[in-house]
């Protein structure tokens, strides 16, 4: 995983969800918009604290959680 620097988790933000520089805005917000069909421009008209380079690694972020995986530990 890239150093991902623009995405903190603290218990005290939003829940402890992934945001965006300690803002509270998530990655999933921002995910989420993308998904829906808005445009980075749009994205940084509504959210005028957000720079181009929070979405994407908001999208490197989501990248790297959709390729995690859990494997369960087998008792020996």
Known sequence: MEDLTRI???PSVMGGK???RGLRVTVSTVIGLLA???SRE???GAYPYLESEDIDQA???ASWRVDERE???IDA
Do not use: N, P, S
């Open 8 to 10: 903190t988790l603290d």
């Open 59 to 61: 999208l490197a972020y």
């Open 42 to 44: 749009e994205i940084l």
């Open 71 to 73: 494997v369960d530990l």
């Open 18 to 20: 992934a945001c965006i």
């Open 36 to 38: 829906a069909g808005r």
